[in-house]
């Protein structure tokens, strides 16, 4: 892909610029560990099956979409907001299932640990989840709209790219080569 748009002086690919700027985002300074305990929830929910059963109960019990996890992948567009979407849908659900599993867990007088309690969400976690599904919505859309055409052309990719600008602050700049 690299190679193809290096032929055109100061080209790029808008799909993958988009990609870039989602992963750059889930790296910042004080997103990143926020990032890393969802994928070690989702990884645990992956793992568990007491853990998924008894998460599907309590969305069940709650009333939510029975969902399951959905897992932040690099190589996969979109999956960063996806997988924080879901945290923000599942928010209910996710604290229901910390606390009685911290209730059940110190009833048999131990302690959580594992690969669940070394990722307990924090408040300002469920924060930064919020936030990022604001700040990521617009590029997942627009990433979703353009790998709906096999070949992105430009009549595809240049409404998308000014949605992107008209949605970005009036006091912001932006470069584009």
Known sequence: MAKGWSAFPGGFCVDH????????????????????????????????????????????RLSLPMQRPVQDVITRWRSSFDMVDWFRRQQQSIMTFDIERAQA?????????????????????????EQSVAVLATSANVTTKLEGTKYPTLSSVLPCVYRLLTELEDDRSLYMP
């Open 105 to 129: 867990v110190a009833s048999a007088g131990g302690e959580i640990g594992n690969l669940y309690g070394d990722n307990r969400l924090q408040l300002d976690d469920w924060s930064i989840a």
């Open 17 to 60: 610029t988009l990609e870039l700027a989602v992963h750059k985002y889930t790296l910042a300074e004080g997103i990143a560990p926020t990032f890393s305990r969802m994928r070690g929830i989702v990884g645990y929910f992956h793992k568990s099956t007491n853990g998924i059963v008894d998460l599907q109960g309590i969305q069940r």
